[in-house]
């Protein structure tokens, strides 16, 4: 006699399907908040921002019958191009759409605001390579490394305030590895000595006065991870149109065309302000 199984009843055993969609668990997208906003004016139209920059003045001691010195300064600017156009398209046939359990268009919809201002954070995190100093850290990144950070930024005057750091999961590891961080006979804290108590999940903590977000949408190549340690008015975005959707029933598809898109422009606006933090596997 035949036996009866799972395989044999395979077209009479039911499949279930959830009626929720999992999504992607998505990279935490940190730097457009925490850097300088000049987009309102571009709304008007126009694509350079000209950002001009006053030179130091000195001052002098003055000698009896002496005239005074005149400082001859010469100014400088920051030019921001708005030249990036970044969008997410899909099309969604109307069979999809008709035979389909889900409403495909707000899924969609998501997942194109994700991509979008993924692509967005990358342009931003890219800025990397205008840093006025590079601290190779290689394997590892230890206190040495950070102490050098603040020492750069301390040396150019960079204001305490609104220091920021973007770090991956390997730095945060590396970081959460240093006993004075973390152990509390160094610190006196119950726990992670450099955890936040905001509502902020992004902020891993401070360290020397510099707010550390984790992300892992900060830049790899060649091999190399690079952490972003930067004042908020060392980098600056101008989002002249915020993303946007356009949507079309075309007939010659037979679907819902959806286009989410952008036009935007990013630039490093203080250099001395900036410093890149290599490490020669993923950040």
Not at 129 to 134: E, L, P, Q, R, V
Not at 148 to 176: C, H, K, M, Q, W
Not at 224 to 249: C, N, R, W
């Amino acid at each position: 006699m035949a036996d009866v199984t799972t395989s044999t009843e395979a077209y009479l055993i039911a499949q279930k399907w959830t009626k929720e969609v999992e999504l992607p668990f998505y990279k935490a997208l940190r730097f457009q908040n925490l850097i300088t906003q000049r987009g309102s004016l571009v709304q008007d139209g126009g694509n350079v921002i000209n950002v001009p920059f006053l030179g130091t003045l000195n001052a002098r001691s003055k000698s009896a019958s002496t005239n005074v010195t005149f400082d001859a300064n010469s100014e400088t600017t920051i030019t921001i191009n708005i030249n990036k156009q970044t969008y997410s398209a899909v099309l969604i046939e109307d069979i999809a759409k008709v035979q389909a359990s889900y409403d495909l268009q707000s899924l969609y919809r998501a997942a194109q605001a994700e991509a979008v201002a993924r692509q967005v954070d990358t342009d931003i995190a890219s800025l990397y390579t205008g840093a006025g100093t590079t601290v190779a850290a290689g394997t590892v990144v230890t206190d040495p490394n950070i102490i050098s950070t603040v020492t750069t930024f301390d040396a150019n005057n960079v204001p305490r305030s609104e220091r920021f750091g973007i770090i991956g999961a390997y730095t945060e590891g590396d970081l959460l590895n240093i006993n004075k961080y973390v152990a509390y006979d160094q610190t006196g804290q119950t726990g992670v000595a450099v955890k936040d108590t905001s509502s902020d999940d992004s902020l891993v903590g401070r360290l020397y006065g510099m707010e550390l977000h984790m992300s892992n949408n900060v830049v790899v190549t060649g091999g190399s991870g690079y952490d972003v340690f930067f004042h908020k008015k060392a980098l600056s975005i101008a989002m002249q149109l915020p993303p946007t959707y356009k949507m079309e029933d075309s007939v010659d598809a037979i679907g819902m065309k959806a286009v989410l898109h952008c036009i935007y422009g990013v630039a490093v606006e203080r250099s001395t302000a900036l410093v890149a933090m290599s490490r020669t596997t993923a950040a």
